[in-house]
């Protein structure tokens, strides 16, 4: 499928309240030469976020085998910078990206969440990135 691609974004000393997404990038599993790239989510505050950070490659009814041939939209460059608040779950940073098209670029500058009364967690499958300054919970990218 011919598809334009989505860069340069910009999301800017913004709140979330109770959603169940904070700072998203999702893809829908289907064959595409589409691509996200370049987004910066900076500043932001969540509160009693189900998903406070998240890049979801695997989204939609997907396509068959589409995952396994390596089609699906390429996410690339994603950074956060100054993300904290709660948490409504255990897992507060989740990067489920695609194992043929993994995403990689993506940095972590200063994020502090919180779940209850104890540490959240970060799940990182086929994600690649570098995390620096206050990492809460503790970034899983892969360098």
Sequence with gaps: MQEVGVQ???VKTSSFTGTENG????TWT??????????????VVVNNIENPIIIDQNYGPGCGNCLEQGL???VSDIT???VHGTSAIEVAVKFDCSKTNPSNGIKLFDVKL???????????VNAGGMASGLQQPTSC???
Aim: charged share 25%.
């Design 8 to 10: 340069n974004v910009t």
């Design 23 to 26: 700072v998203r990038v999702k």
């Design 30 to 43: 289907r064959p595409s030469n589409g691509f996200v790239r370049n987004v910066l989510f900076q500043h």
């Design 72 to 74: 699906d939209i390429k």
């Design 80 to 82: 956060y910078e100054d």
């Design 114 to 124: 919180s779940y209850k009364d104890h540490l959240p967690k970060a799940t990182c």
């Design 141 to 143: 990218l892969q360098v």
